[in-house]
């Protein structure tokens, strides 16, 4: 692996109770792949925050367990990995203490490493590399044989990167979750003012 130990976010970052906090916190930080050896790297710029315990968007409200959202009850630390319409692998990073199933979709990410190779996997001239959930998994290799992998100790990684200060942070609601009734309503949506590769303004 060619990773920087003492740069990858340490458990503790994962485990604490807010996920919206985490969610935030995120933004800056720098998503990291190493797969069949080449490494991609890519800095969070937007990123949803879910809850198990009291949200109608989130695949365990209210502690629904299915096969797909096992994972999401694991301690935080550990990758989600879902299809989305039987099409796109999206990326989350589950977090809180084991049991809770509180997790951070993965919106949007500024190329940092690898541009190259995210080109070739997206099989694309277009310069748009990973401005959405589904086309940032594609272009950094992630797919569902990564779920419950470690974040920590797994070829998905997260590194200390830039620190977003509250200002730059635009809060708004997340997108698709027409269905959440009232809880579609939640500003749980976070992204970098101002950056080109935010999936959606």
Known sequence: MKKD???ILPNGFYLRSNVVEVARDLLGKVLCTEIDGQLCKGKIIE???YSGSHDKACHAN???RTPRTEVMYQQGGCAYVYLC???HHLFNVVTNKEGTADAVLIRALEPVK???IMAERLKSNNKKLTNGPG????SMGIT???TGALLHE??????EGEMVEDYQIIETTRVGVDYAEEDALLPWRFYVKNNPWVSKK
């Open 62 to 64: 209210n502690g629904k």
């Open 154 to 159: 797994s070829s998905v990684w997260i590194e």
């Open 47 to 49: 990123v949803e925050a």
């Open 114 to 116: 690898g541009q190259y």
């Open 5 to 7: 130990s003492l740069n």
């Open 135 to 138: 086309i940032l998994a594609k």
């Open 85 to 87: 319409y039987g099409i």
């Open 144 to 146: 569902t044989q990564l």
